[in-house]
């Protein structure tokens, strides 16, 4: 493997007294699609939450070990979170736009990371809705709210915001969990093609999309992390058992 | 990411600018702890030089409260202690039931159109100042409990005690309310299954789950008619003695504050023997608010 | 027959319940007709406009109207700021601990000390030791301080209402948390932190104890022009009531006057409550859409 961008070293999570990450080492390659899968509650949110400390904002967490992002440890504490976000963007499980217009979603990031230029603002909007394959759907509705936009749209609407402030790694908490086939599919062809610029952890309980979009997929169980590799060789050929139940729909 | 070593300017203001706004609400926060223990601390500045010289046996046992008597001073809080405790105690007797009962029939029978009727009912309810209440303790209630039981005015205790009842429902309906709806309807089921009728599960079933709830609720209620001024001033007849019975005239704790602190001279001993008043009935709703804290805490804890 | 029994005891409990409600309304009902019945007839423009006259047998309640109106004001500037700032801590930035957990059991307790400890504190503080005397600043700042934990309370409901959605998303853009807060909790929070301000300032109009001894005056026709009023004595709406229905030496001649007053003042605070629900249900509807 090589040009890891992002890696961790034993990596423990603890909510409390609850041990919900067990000494996790794995690594994301760039321009490559990292697929996370497991059981509900084995972890795999909860790891890439850790990612881009997110996690910080819940109370009573604690965390042991390292997460390696360009050469530094993240949980460092002379770390600025505010900027590690802007470099590692989040797409969450239920989309959330907020309740502002479909331009003032997208822009928001570029407007509190201070830029103020109407004319960049409007380019990087167009760049990053057209990135996100929502451009020709909206480009007539800008100024419209984005709580009217669909399901789908109101997600991949939530990807152009991240996009927007030009992140390197994009983390997607099982970003078509709640969408129709139609509409998953156009998220996964986007998360192909997004492949090409950025670097993709996605977190995903759906066997089939893991096995389509991903390069590498990890299996986590309990906490731990049961198997990690080629999503080829994970699906075809698992070295484990656990993980051949898993991915067969023995269990899960 | 930032280096270690140097970690940029902006970031360093960035985090700075952070950290000052964050201080700026903390101390914000505190202002709450702040005006409560200035509160106590003021009471207890300004009353104990009383407490001090005339000692604590002059307020806690002797019977009479009279100040500017020529003769001998009395600062015997007995009386009006006495009082509070009876107007509110009355006033419970009334609204405890009353409020429970129609906590319980909002939270359980009342069809959703109803409960929009009643609902802002009781918040308007809430809203009437206490001066009107106290307005008609004097219009309507005292001629009607003269003409009840034939007493001369009905400017007394069951007066201030019917009026406290109405300031307090509110607190406690909304609050049992709460209580009984929180009861999860599991509970409720599990009693209907078994064969029983709604009455019996609301009686048997969910009332004694949400009791602490509603015991909180007659804490606050109680709190609030201990503390209450203006009605009972208005409509108890206010005379400084020890009370006989519910037909008596009786003055409480606040109402002797509200009537006399204007005309003490500041800094005398009568003055500050108001403050000592003050600060007894500040403990006394503080200790019923954290009774009432203590059981909502626990209600909150057995329902989840 | 026993199945008889138990149906009818239910139809008598439920009976008794219904009750006990019809009783809270009409106890309501009757409030509102006995002051509307006996009031409506002294409400006129000389009523609402004029001062009282000839030691206040005859005129009007203008200067209680105002003087409710600018001690309002200054509870509302003294009472909203902290409180909107102390439910930001307590909401969004305050972690679990002990401080956390004594600043609730203060404001708890605030909640439940006496409006005439208020009255008794404002005026040693604010009226003797702060030297602020006898007026509307003293008032203010007292009820300022009554108020403060139901602005707390109203204020940190209003920002429990913002799904915790909008924070994460704004935080995983590289937000920091006071920007978030700032462009996308508050602009969402304000309007009911508008509707608890307004319950809490109708409730303040209606006390009495705690301007009692900090500036309200029996009679106080003049009404300076703004700043000087500030350090003046005023009269007041609750307390014109009280003085009228308790004070007065022609007190049954006073009688429809004290109606009016208290159909003036229970009209203002209906009034304020019903634009404070308006505010409410207009905000619910917008959000039911997220």
Redesign the interface.
């Given at each position: 493997m090589d040009e890891l961008i992002l890696y961790t070293e034993h990596f423990n999570f603890y909510y409390g007294n609850f041990h919900a990450l067990k000494n996790i080492s794995m690594g994301m390659e760039a321009h490559k699609v990292t697929a996370l899968i497991g059981p509900s509650g084995c972890g795999k949110s909860t790891f890439l939450r850790s990612l881009?400390r997110?996690n910080d904002?819940i109370?009573?967490t604690r965390v042991e070990g390292k997460v390696i992002?360009?050469?530094?440890d993240?949980y460092?504490k002379?770390?600025?979170v505010?900027?590690?976000?802007?470099?590692i963007?989040?797409v969450?499980q239920?989309s959330?736009p907020?309740?502002k217009s479909i331009f003032d979603n997208v822009a928001?990031?570029l407007?509190?990371?201070g830029e103020r230029n109407k004319s960049i603002i409007a380019d990087r909007v167009e760049e990053s809705l057209t990135g996100a394959a929502l451009w020709d759907e909206v480009k007539d509705r800008l100024d419209k709210s984005a709580?009217d936009l669909s399901g789908g749209q109101q997600q991949r609407l939530?990807i152009a915001?991240?996009l927007a402030?030009k992140p390197e790694i994009i983390l997607m908490d099982e970003p078509a969990s709640a969408l129709d086939p139609i509409a998953t599919q156009k998220i996964e062809e986007l998360i192909f093609e997004l492949k090409n610029e950025y670097t993709i952890v996605i977190v995903t309980h759906n066997m089939q999309q893991a096995a389509r979009v991903s390069d590498f997929t990890a299996f986590f169980y309990l906490g731990e992390l049961i198997e990690f590799g080629d999503t080829e060789r994970i699906f075809t050929n698992p070295k484990l058992k656990k993980t051949e139940d898993y991915v067969t729909g023995r269990f899960g | 990411m930032q280096n270690r070593k140097h970690k940029n300017k902006a970031v360093i203001l960035r985090q700075l600018r952070e950290n000052i706004i964050e201080r700026f609400f903390q101390v914000n926060g505190l202002f709450a702890v702040i005006v409560l223990v200035g509160i106590f601390s003021l009471l207890l500045i300004e009353g104990l030089p009383a407490l001090q010289s005339l000692g604590l046996k002059e307020f806690f046992l002797n019977r009479i409260w009279d100040p500017t008597s020529f003769e001998r001073e009395s600062y015997g809080l007995l009386s009006m202690i006495v009082s509070t405790l009876m107007v509110t105690l009355g006033a419970m007797v009334i609204a405890v039931p009353l409020g429970i009962l129609c906590a319980a029939y909002i939270a359980d029978i009342a069809k959703p159109r109803v409960r929009e009727i009643i609902k802002p009912v009781i918040e308007i309810l809430a809203g009437i100042p206490s001066v009107v209440i106290g307005f008609m303790g004097i219009i309507v209630v005292g001629p009607m409990l003269a003409k009840i039981f034939g007493t001369s005015n009905g400017l007394n205790a069951m007066n201030g005690s019917i009026l406290l009842a109405v300031m307090s429902l509110p607190t406690i309906i909304s609050i049992s309310e709460d209580a009984i709806l929180a009861v999860p309807q599991e509970f409720k089921n599990a009693s209907l299954a078994l064969g029983a009728t709604r009455w019996q599960t609301l009686v048997r079933v969910t009332i004694p789950a949400a009791m602490s709830g509603i015991i909180a609720s007659v804490m606050l209620g109680m709190g609030r008619a201990i503390g209450e001024t203006m009605t009972v001033l208005m409509a108890t007849g206010n005379a400084p003695a020890m009370p006989g019975g519910f037909f008596d005239s009786v003055r409480t704790m606040t109402a002797t504050i509200a009537i006399e602190l204007g005309e003490t001279v500041q800094g005398g001993i009568h003055y500050k023997s108001l403050f000592v008043i003050g600060f007894v009935l500040f403990l006394m709703t503080f200790v019923v608010n954290l009774v009432s804290d203590v059981v909502l805490q626990k209600y909150q804890k057995v329902s989840r | 027959m026993k199945r008889k029994w138990r149906d009818m005891e239910q139809a008598l409990g439920f009976t008794v319940l219904r009750l006990s409600a019809v009783i809270i309304i009409v106890i309501l009902a009757f409030i509102l007709y006995d002051v509307f019945s006996k009031g409506a007839g002294v409400i006129n423009w000389e009523f609402l406009s004029d001062k009282p006259r000839k030691g206040m047998t005859e005129g009007g309640i203008w200067p209680a109207i105002v003087g409710t109106f600018w001690v309002s004001l200054v509870t509302v500037i003294v009472s909203v700021p902290i409180g909107m700032f102390t439910a930001i801590y307590l909401n969004e930035y305050a972690k679990q601990g002990r401080l956390i957990r004594i600043i609730r059991l203060a404001i708890r307790n605030l909640s439940g000390v006496p409006s005439i400890v208020y009255g008794l504190f404002g005026f040693a503080l604010f009226t003797l030791m702060l030297n602020l005397g006898l007026s509307v600043i003293s008032s203010g700042l007292t009820l300022g301080l009554l108020t403060l934990p139901w602005t707390i309370t109203a204020s940190e409901e209003a920002l429990k209402t913002v799904p915790r959605s909008y924070r994460e998303g704004a935080l995983a853009l590289g937000a920091t948390k006071w920007q978030t807060i700032r462009t996308n909790v508050l602009p969402y929070a304000v309007p009911g932190m508008l509707t608890g301000t307004i319950l809490g300032l109708a409730r303040a109009a209606g006390e009495t104890a705690p301007i009692l001894f900090t500036g309200v005056a029996f009679f106080w026709p003049v009404l300076p022009k703004f700043p000087q009023m500030l350090s003046q004595q005023f009269m007041a709406l609750p307390y014109h009531l009280f003085i009228m229905s308790t004070q007065h030496h022609e007190i049954v001649k006073v009688r429809p006057l004290a109606y009016g007053t208290a159909l003036v003042l229970i009209f203002l605070i209906v009034l304020m409550n019903s634009v404070a629900v308006v505010i409410r249900y207009r905000f619910r509807k917008k959000y039911k859409r997220v």
């Open positions: 881009n997110m904002i109370p009573g992002f360009d050469g530094n993240i460092e002379n770390v600025d505010v900027d590690l976000r802007r470099k963007g989040m969450f239920k959330n907020f309740p928001y990031g407007y509190i990371n709580l939530c915001r991240a402030i | - | -």
